[in-house]
């Protein structure tokens, strides 16, 4: 081992040697050497989301965060290349902030249930289903789908965003759970015209939330039975749920909120341990904030999307340039109407 990748070894095992094995931190020590050579060579900045592997996210990455941090982040680097590890709405996101930058994804499978649930068509259609009622979609959703939205949202700011329109009815896409969470924060009644039928428009007149039937893979799994499970083993544990989670599973919890605010929870509220209903690889990027504190974890479930960026193809993305994303125009300009009015919410 050189002596940049033992003093990278070094940062890694100091921050990471409760949670990774040492033979594993070694490797990653020489791999995020290596990153951060192709780094400087490409004039590139790294982006992380929070579910990424914790020796990716505590070593080579530039900025650390939630689509909306990383967005912010895109918009305003004044490097060449954005490498975005995360899924690749994210990294469209980033192009569409900041199209003169080569925004590259680390794997070209890196998708996202959510993001497949709905197409520009869906959207159109439901606009003349319901016509002149507002499209919130999701951050979770592909260019296409933006540029026929009115405003994007995240899982930080989606009840202000709705809140933020001031209309008697706000048609919320694609996640099914996070739609109903959101209504019960907000008050509103919420339908689902895929299962309801709306043949008369007067049925609208009660009708405050229009809702799509998309799920993400990884938080529908969660069950209040998990959560009740992890209750009587542990009858201390916080239990902390994603607003992707189905509206009883969030209701059994002690708390909810996107990854950001999870990570605020638990730095704010110390307790002897926590269960967080959400990827996997985010619990040991907080339990390596928090060595004082233990995370139960359920790691049977994992997002198969953000699994595939690793370091190694991080390297790869670098040498080879690859994998480029590029959002065309006239899509480009449309969907950043609807990122940038969110941005301007908060
Ligand atoms: O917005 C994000 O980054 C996602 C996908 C989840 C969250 O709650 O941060
Ligand atoms: Fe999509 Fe769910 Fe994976 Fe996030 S965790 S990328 S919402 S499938």
């Not at 902030?97 to 520009?120: F, H, Q, W, Y």
């Not at 592909?142 to 949202?153: G, N, Q, T």
């Not at 993305?317 to 950043?336: H, T």
């Amino acid at each position: 081992m050189n002596a940049a990748a033992q003093a990278m070894y070094e940062q890694l095992r100091t921050k990471l040697g409760r949670v990774l094995p040492d033979f594993e931190l070694r490797r990653k020590a020489e791999l995020a050497v290596e990153i951060e050579e192709w780094k400087r060579r490409r004039n590139a900045v790294i982006l992380a989301h929070n579910y990424m592997e914790p020796a990716l996210f505590y070593s080579v990455s530039d900025f650390r965060g939630d689509s909306l941090d990383l967005s912010r982040k895109a918009a305003t680097t004044d490097r060449d290349v954005i490498v975005f590890c995360g899924v690749r709405f994210m990294a469209e996101t980033a192009k569409i902030l900041n199209p003169s930058k080569t925004v590259l994804i680390p794997s070209p499978r890196a998708g996202c249930s959510l993001a497949e649930s709905i197409t520009a068509e869906d959207i159109r259609q439901l606009r003349t289903r319901f016509p002149g009622i507002p499209v919130v979609s999701y951050i979770n959703t592909y260019a296409e789908v933006k540029a026929e939205s009115d405003l994007c949202c995240t899982s930080s700011n989606a009840a202000a965003v709705v809140e933020s329109l001031h209309a008697p009815t706000v048609i919320f896409v694609p996640d099914r759970y996070l739609a109903m969470n959101v209504a019960r924060e907000t008050g509103r009644h919420i339908i689902f015209p895929s299962r309801t039928p709306v043949q008369d428009p007067e049925n609208l007149l009660d009708v405050q939330m229009i809702g799509w039937d998309g799920r993400c893979e990884v938080h529908e799994r969660f069950t209040v039975e998990d959560i009740q499970n992890a209750r009587r083993q542990f009858p201390d544990v916080v239990v902390l749920a994603h607003p992707e989670c189905k509206p009883e599973v969030v209701a059994a919890a002690d708390f909810s909120g996107s990854t950001n605010a999870m990570i605020r929870y638990v730095a704010e509220h110390p307790a002897p341990r926590y269960l967080l209903l959400t990827e996997c690889a985010m619990g040991d990027n907080v339990a390596a904030a928090h060595p004082d504190r233990e995370l139960v974890r359920l790691c049977s479930i994992r997002c198969p999307h953000m699994n595939e960026i690793t370091m190694e193809d991080t390297l790869e993305a670098l040498r080879q340039m690859r994998y480029e994303v590029d959002v065309p125009e006239p899509i480009r300009s449309r969907a950043r109407r609807a990122v940038e009015r969110m941005l301007t919410i908060g």
